[in-house]
């Protein structure tokens, strides 16, 4: 089984189609389902797959800025309890995690009316969903409405594991300067050899500056992200002639890469880019009246996404990490 996103609205038309159709004891009003249909055209939608088939599919929907709607979700009959839905759901999480949202809501027919619905409503606290409020006449006094709702907020492991590069286009939704402070500081939290406090950084929100920057960003990256921020460097001898600035900066960007997924942001480690033989960086500091004692290592655009990122790839644990010597078998 497969779960993927689809992005053309006739394929995700005929998909719901096919799997609200074949759901009738669910959704028997015809009008509806064809509203359904018809919404999931426009909607963020994943689908799951068995042996090249459309089983299942589930739509997002943007109720407020900071919540999203589990709007539509179907499992065909003969696939249930299987763990489709719940495979639905995790990726679907995943990604209103990554477009920012910090709830989820879903509505139903209240516990205590139909068998079929009493599953369904198992089925979201299952998820981790929980009684918001019912409003009884929402839909009609047959069918009382409940909504459910859930935190989108991650552990600290969680967004870890979360956090991606992301490539994308932005929202043009300036990012709270509450924001950017919480992110700066997480980044000179970080910890810096001998505690020599390498690392110094420039938050760019004015778009007039950040107008300038993107015109000496070539190839473009982030054009589309409504603040930036700018990592400096200074070569400092921690002892001797130790000098640990790569580390402390290293360190800076992955704690604001973690605060800024945290948040609600999206953003990409861009250093190979602007440190090239063009010194795209040495530009920017330019721009930025950075004294020549600091180095420009890296920008980090920041913004809400317009898109979830993919995931890379990458090697499963037993063939980068052990326990207790390296083994034979990765020699
Ligand atoms: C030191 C360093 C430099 C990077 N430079 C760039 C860059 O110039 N352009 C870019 O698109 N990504 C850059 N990245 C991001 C990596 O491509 C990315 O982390 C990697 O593909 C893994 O994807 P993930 O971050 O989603 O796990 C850089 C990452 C690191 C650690």
């Known amino acids: 089984m497969k779960v993927y996103q689809v992005t053309a609205p006739d394929e995700k038309e005929r998909i719901s189609r096919e799997i609200l159709e074949a759901l009738k004891d669910w959704f028997e009003i015809p009008e509806t389902r064809e509203a359904y249909i018809r919404e999931s055209r426009e909607q963020p939608f994943l689908a799951a797959e068995h042996d090249g088939r459309a089983v299942g599919f589930l739509c997002l929907k943007e109720t407020g800025k900071a919540t999203v709607e589990l709007a539509v979700m179907g499992v065909k009959a003969e696939y249930h309890r299987q763990g489709i839905g719940r495979t ?37 606290q299952s998820l981790g969903f929980r ?49 950017l402070i919480t992110i700066l500081e997480a980044g000179l939290a970080a910890p810096s050899g001998c505690n020599k406090q390498t690392v110094s950084l420039i938050a760019v929100d004015d778009p007039a500056v950040l107008k300038q920057l993107h015109a000496v960003i070539d190839p473009p990256v982030g054009e589309t992200a409504p603040a930036m921020i700018c990592v400096l460097s200074q070569r400092i001898n921690a002892y001797r002639d130790r000098c640990f600035a790569t580390q402390d900066y290293s360190a800076a960007i992955e704690n604001m890469l973690l605060a800024i997924t945290a948040l609600g942001y999206q953003s990409c480690w861009y250093e190979g880019h602007i440190t090239d033989k063009d010194r795209i960086c040495d530009k920017i500091a330019q721009i ?44």
């Open 131 to 179: 009684e918001l409020e019912v409003f009884p006449t929402l839909w009609d006094a047959d069918n009382p409405c409940q909504i459910y709702v859930m935190s989108l907020r991650e552990s600290v492991t969680e967004v870890i594991m979360h956090r991606r590069s992301y490539r994308g286009k932005f929202r043009p939704e300036p990012v709270p300067r509450e924001d």
């Open 288 to 331: 930025l009246k950075v004294p020549v004692a600091y180095d420009l290592v890296c920008i980090l655009p920041v913004g809400r996404a317009m898109s979830a990122p993919a995931a890379p790839a990458k090697k499963p644990i037993a063939e980068r990490a052990w326990f207790n010597g390296f083994p034979e078998t990765a020699r």
């Open 88 to 124: 639905l759901f995790r990726e679907a999480r995943r990604q209103a995690v990554a477009l920012g949202y910090e709830f989820m809501q879903v509505k139903t027919v209240q516990m205590g009316r139909y068998e079929d619905y009493d599953r369904t409503n198992r089925f979201y």
